[in-house]
C-alpha cells in the first residue's frame, strides 16, 4: 500500500478511525474525510504516532449536505490525480425524521446518498488509478425499502430507516460493479457488532433500552475489530479483482433479497440520480 492514496469516510473516530489508522500502516497516505476538522486533527495526531506514517492528511467534508460533498471533490480532484482507494464509511442513525440541507431525510441523505455522490464525484480520478477499490461500509442489518417512499414521509422507524439505507448501499454496489471497468473493483461489507457511537448516542440505546445495552455492548466488536474487514477489502491481493461482493468477514456472503433484484436496483439508481442531480454515465 505504500504510496497509495485513500479516502476514508467519517475516520474521525470508531471503525473509520481503525480503517485509515490500518492503512495508515501498511504506508498508505491517507485522508480522513470528517465533519468536524478539531477532532480530525485529533484523529491524525494519533494515527501519526502509532504508526509513524506522517502522510495523514484531514479533509473537511459534511456527508449531509450535497454541495459540501462537491467542494471536497473539487478539492480533491485540483491537488491529486489519483485515488487507489475510498472507503465510504460515515453513517448515522436518527430517532427522529430531520432534513436535509437539501430537505431530504437524514438517514437516506448521508447513509446512501453520500456513498452515491462521493463515489460520482471522485469517479474520474478513481478510473484514471490502476487497480483501483471502491470500499463500501454496509450492514447486515438490512430491510426492505419502499421505492415509492424511499425518504419515509409515510411512516418512520429510525431502527428501520438505517436498514434501509444500508440495504441501499449493498444495491447500489452491485450496481455500480456491473457498470465499472474490470480494472476498478466495488465491494461492501459488514463490519459486525461494533460498538461505536453511533449507537451509543442514540436516544433509542440511551432510554428505555439502556440496561439492555449496557450489557450487550460487553459481546459487541472492539473498533479495530470491525474495521479489519474495511481493511482487507481496501488491501488484500486475495480479492484483487474481486467486484460486485457482500463480505462478512472475509468471505462473500447472501445479502436480502431485494439486493437480488435487477428492477429494484435500477430504480434504486435512478431516484438516487434524481435526488442528487447527477449522471454517471457509465
Sequence with gaps: MYGKKCIVTGSNSGIGKETARGLAALGADVFLVVRNEKKGEDAKKEIISSTGNENVQVMVCDLSSQESIKEFATQYRKKHKRLDVLVNNAGIITAERVLSPEGIEMTFAVNHLGYFLLTHQLLDVILK?????????????????????VQNERKFSGRNVYAQSKLANIMFTYELAAKLPKNTTVNCLHPGVVNTHLFRNHPLFSGVLHPVFDVAKNFFKSPLQGARNSIYLASSSEVSGVSGKYFVGIKPSISHCQSYDAGARKRLWEISEELTGVKYGI
Excluded: E, F, K
Design 129 to 149: 488509478t490502476s487497480s483501483s477499490r471502491i470500499v463500501n461500509v454496509a450492514s447486515c442489518a438490512q430491510s426492505s425499502i419502499n421505492l415509492d417512499d
